[in-house]
C-alpha cells in the first residue's frame, strides 16, 4: 500500500505518490529512532513513543514528573535522534517575554552607527525545552502560546515565522508546587500530550546505574533529519480512519462533557469538563501516528486506546467532589471509550 505525499505550490496542493519501498524505509527509519533513544533512556518506552508521535503529528507535549526522572535528557537526545536544533528555557519567577522571544535592541553596524535590530530569543529553535514551566508568571507563560499555535512570533511590530519542524516540549514538577503558577486551560489544551515520567523500576533502574556510571557514557545517533519529519507530519495526515472509528470518537468526546444530556451519571457528577473539538481531533491525530509508528497504515480502536492517557489526563478535569472520592479520571475514560468502540464494532 503507498500513501500520498502531500506538496503545496502556487497552484494549491499537488499530490505526489510515495512509493511502498520508500515508505517502509521512512516507518524504518522512525522505529530506529524510537530504538536508539531508548538505547540512552532506559525504562520510559511509553514517553520515548509518545514524544515521536507528537513530533511528527506536529503537536507539543507536556512533561509531568519529580526531578532526576529524566526529563531533560529525553527532550536532549530527541533532539540529536532527530537531527533538530535544540534550546532550553529554565523557567524562573523572574523570567520576562522578551526572555523568551527576542527583543529590539541598539547594535552597531560595520560604521560604527548604531541601529534598532532584533535579537531572536531561545525560541527560535526547532525543540524547545521549557522547563519548570509552571514557575514562571502568566505573562510569560503565555508568550508561547502564539508560538505552540502558530509558529510564528510577533515582536518589534513585525510577525516571524518560526524554524521548522518547531516542537516545544514542557515540563512541570508535580512535587514541589510552592511559588509556581497553574497553566491556564487555554493553554493548556494546546499541549497534544500530557506524558508522565515515572520513578523507574528496580530492572530499569539498575540498567540506569550500569549505563551512566562507567567510563563511557551512551551517545545516541542522529537517525532522521528535519526533512524526514516535515514529509512524515505530512504522511501521518493521510493514514485513513474509517467512518465508524470517526464517529466512534465524536460520540465519546460528546460523552466526557457534563453539560450534555446524554452523558453518563459519573461525568455529571464528577467531571468539570471534558474533551473539546481540539481534545477530539488530538485523538484521532494522535492515533493515526501510533498506527504509523507501529507500522500500520489504517487507525484502529487499539490505537485510540494507546493514545487515550496522554490527550485525555490534562483535558478532562475533575472537580472537587471527583477529588475528594478519589475518582479514577483515566479509569473511567477508557470505561467510556470502550463502551463507544463496542457500539462501533
Known sequence: MALNEVKTGNAGPKVETMDTAALERMLDALRRARDEMARSVVGQRDVVEQLLIALICGGHVLL?????????????????VAGLSFARIQFTPDLMPADITGSLALIPDENGR???????GPIFTQILL??????????????????????????????????????????????EMEGTYRLPEAQIDRFLFKSLVNYPNEEDLHGILDLTTG??????????????????QKLVRQVPVAAHVQRAVARFAIATQPGNTGSPAEIAKYFTFGLSPRGAQSMILAAKGNALLSGRYNVSFQDLQAVLPPVMRHRCQLNYEGLAEGIDAQALMARLLEAETRKAA
Open 64 to 80: 509531568e514528573g519529580a526531578p532526576g526522572v529524566g526529563k531533560t535528557l529525553l527532550v536532549r537526545t530527541l533532539g540529536t
Open 114 to 120: 548604531t541601529k534598532l535590530t532584533f535579537q531572536p
Open 130 to 175: 521549557t522547563d519548570e514551566i509552571n514557575r514562571a508568571t502568566p505573562k510569560t507563560q503565555s508568550a508561547l502560546l502564539e508560538a505552540m499555535q502558530e509558529h510564528t512570533v510577533t515582536a518589534g511590530g513585525r510577525s516571524m515565522v518560526l524554524p521548522k519542524p518547531f516542537f516545544v516540549l514542557a515540563t512541570q514538577n508535580p512535587i
Open 215 to 232: 567510563v563511557e557514557l551512551p551517545v545516541p545517533k542522529q537517525v532522521l533529519s528535519a526533512e524526514d519529519i516535515l514529509l512524515l
